[in-house]
């Protein structure tokens, strides 16, 4: 089983940029798609964006299509999160975790997220 710790968040302005980690222990993780979800205060969580487990595939929410990118480095065991064009309603916090391939459906055990918050 993968267990996963998340970092890089913080406090930043509207228009900025942020870049999460995501640092995944056990064997099976180059072998396994990830995900990024998050969680604003009062709302269910979402899907953020998808990878498959080389790179190849990734999908993205509307949401924040075209300001962020997921990407993974399996060498390292580590996936990111970079965030650009930051808003205020990408206030959450964030997750990562295993998810089944070419879904967004997440299967493994959550860990404590890295909170993001965004000033107007």
């Known amino acids: 089983q993968v267990q996963l710790v998340e970092s890089g968040g913080g406090l930043v302005q509207a228009g900025g940029s942020l870049r999460l980690s995501c640092a995944a222990s056990g064997r099976t993780f180059s072998s396994t798609a990830m995900g990024w979800f998050r969680q604003a205060p009062g709302k269910e969580r979402e899907f953020v964006a998808t990878i498959s487990w080389n790179g190849g595939t990734t999908y993205y929410a509307d949401s924040v299509k075209g300001r962020f990118t997921i990407s993974r480095d399996n060498a390292k065991n580590t996936v990111y999160l970079q965030m650009n064009r930051l808003k205020p309603d990408d206030t959450a916090v964030y997750y990562c975790?295993?998810?089944?391939?070419?879904?967004?459906?997440?299967?493994?055990?959550w860990g404590q997220g890295t909170q993001v918050t965004v000033s107007s």
């Open positions: 975790n295993t998810v089944y391939a070419n879904t967004f459906i997440a299967f493994g055990s």
